[in-house]
């Protein structure tokens, strides 16, 4: 219901019987109280005694006038708010518009429990009061005098002022809490709250978020989890989040990522609270989130420019090798008007900036060359089938489980439809009800239509994919430069990003730079070297070193 139908919405005609004028409400005896109550934080909710003491001196009120009291009406919010999104006022005005031939007083045990700001005040008085009904209080005496409204005015301006004031002071507190090092909002995810005898407040990990979340966070950052969907469904199989499927994890998995919340820091932007050392105990430690972050703006970078041309396919994949900064590439005419093509570094800045000019065909030419000394050895194409093998059996594991999964989801569905459907029928007398149930039936419906697309692949179809995938990246591996010249531009950056981990370093007279820069191919042949006697290392091996040792002698 929105504003202009609440507050316009005129009752039927008054009938003999009906409803008196405003202010004779309570003539013989029979009117009847509607009782409204508002806490401002659902703790004092819980606790029951605002709303109890509330009701409690209404009651009280309505015995003194003779009133009957017929219902009690309720909200729990804080700070501003318009009457049309409160729930309980909305109520009153519905119960009201209900009965239109009742006589009724709404009775507040305080001018401030309507509204907190002006404009919330004065629209919820409109609204009842087109409706023929007056509001009552045993603290405050309405008037419909230019007087009463004066004072009620100032009061309900008073009561924003406060309202205001209090934000202003609570905003204060929890500033100076983040300054401290300390979180003063509600509890992060893997995190609860406890009470320090020295630190106050304080956040905790708790039990899932050390033996789940910590080693999915340190399994992403050393590779082994390689994207943020693997490591949703790590957490979704492990039971850390439960409600929904992993795809649906893929945002909040992020934003924990990206938070240094759980290296134990404390930082926020909206306040302008830079990053700091928090009090409470990380999930992680520093040197895993930085790992992770970098893992992260590595995905952002190895994405593929929209403004790449095929005449330049190595823009946007270079950097210069002087100042580090992105290359760029041109056409230039000469007076002939001849063409021709030139990689160049902007950065004015850079010592090498107008001696960094450098022909299309030699730059792309050294990148081939380059490509010819990536060739994959002889012998190391086992160690990357049985690493291809056994990842298409972990891809087979999990989709026979999420099959089972997205089974068991739609059988509780179809169950949950069968009882609302129950339910709503059981429910034909009561609308509000039926409504509420109907509104639940749709959403379930949803959920099982969702539930029946989520069809996975059956291991026939897994099949193609997976022999279609180990032969092209076989044939990258052995040969990319032959690859590289069959592709059009948007596969030679896939390409790039597939055997180099990062963009290449370039200078005019030392070529490309490629000492530091990690190769996939020489990481396959590196390990084969370290382990065709054995795979040592034991304990002190990587994550990584460890599943790929395990592929090797599996082969």
Not at 311 to 340: E, I, Q
Not at 484 to 507: A, G, I, R, T
């Amino acid at each position: 219901m929105n504003e202009k139908e609440v507050l316009y919405r005129k009752p039927p005609k008054r009938q003999r019987g009906g409803r008196k004028a405003l202010g004779d409400t309570s003539v013989d005896g029979n009117t009847k109280a509607l009782i409204y109550a508002r806490v401002s934080s659902l703790t004092q909710k819980a606790d029951g005694h605002g709303l109890e003491s509330q009701e409690s001196r209404c009651r009280d009120f309505a015995s003194r006038k003779g009133y009957e009291v017929e219902k009690v009406f309720t909200d729990a919010a804080s700070g501003k708010g318009e009457y049309t999104t409160r729930p309980g006022q909305v109520e009153v005005l519905k119960y009201i518009d209900t009965f239109p031939y009742r006589k009724f007083v709404v009775l507040v045990d305080d001018i401030s429990r309507l509204a907190r700001d002006v404009r919330g005040h004065f629209g919820l008085r409109e609204a009842i009061r087109r409706r023929g009904v007056s509001v009552e209080s045993p603290n405050f005496n309405f008037e419909d005098t230019p007087e009463g409204e004066m004072v009620e005015g100032m009061t309900a301006v008073t009561s924003e002022y406060q309202r205001k004031v209090n934000r202003r002071q609570v905003i204060q507190k929890m500033r100076a809490r983040l300054d401290s090092g300390y979180w003063p909002f509600g509890p992060r995810t893997g995190y609860k709250h406890i009470r320090h005898s020295q630190h106050g407040v304080l956040g905790v990990p708790t039990e899932s978020a050390k033996e789940i979340l910590k080693p999915a966070l340190e399994l992403f950052a050393a590779g082994v989890l390689q994207r943020k969907i693997d490591v949703a469904r790590y957490l979704v199989e492990k039971g850390f989040w439960k409600k929904q499927r992993p795809e649906k994890y893929i945002d909040k998995i992020t934003n924990i990522m990206l938070d240094p919340f759980y290296c134990g820091d404390i930082a926020y932007e909206r306040w302008e609270v830079s990053r700091r050392e928090g009090h409470h105990e990380g999930v992680i430690s520093r040197e895993t989130h930085d790992l992770i972050k970098k893992r992260l703006q590595r995905g952002e970078k190895a994405r593929v420019r929209i403004d790449t041309s095929p005449d330049f396919p190595l823009r946007g994949l270079l950097v210069c090798g002087g100042c580090r900064k992105p290359m760029t590439a041109a056409w230039s005419t000469n007076r002939h008007s001849k063409k021709y093509g030139y990689y160049l570094c902007q950065n004015r800045e850079c010592v090498v900036h107008r001696k960094s000019t450098v022909r299309r065909e030699k730059v792309e030419n050294d990148f081939i060359e380059l490509l010819k000394r990536n060739h994959l050895k002889e012998g190391v194409q086992k160690l990357v089938i049985a690493a291809f093998e056994s990842a298409c059996k972990e891809e087979a594991v999990y989709s026979k489980g999420r099959e089972q999964l997205i089974a068991e989801q739609a059988k509780k569905a179809k169950e949950r439809v069968r009882q609302l459907t129950d339910l709503i029928l059981a429910a034909n007398k009561s609308e509000e009800l039926k409504a509420a149930y109907e509104e639940q039936l749709e959403e379930a419906h949803k959920d099982l239509r969702s539930l029946e697309a989520l069809k996975p692949m059956t291991d026939s179809e897994l099949a193609v994919p997976y022999q279609t995938a180990l032969d092209k990246s076989i044939l990258l591996l052995k040969e990319p430069d032959k690859a590289w010249q069959n592709m059009d531009v948007f596969e030679k950056h896939l390409l790039f990003f597939f055997v180099f981990e990062e963009k290449l370093p370039y200078s005019k007279n030392d070529g490309y730079q490629t000492a530091d820069s990690a190769c996939a191919t020489r990481l396959f042949e590196e390990f084969a070297e370290q382990n065709t006697v054995g795979c040592g290392g034991g304990e002190n091996r990587t994550p990584v070193q460890r599943k790929m040792c395990e592929c090797f002698y599996e082969a």
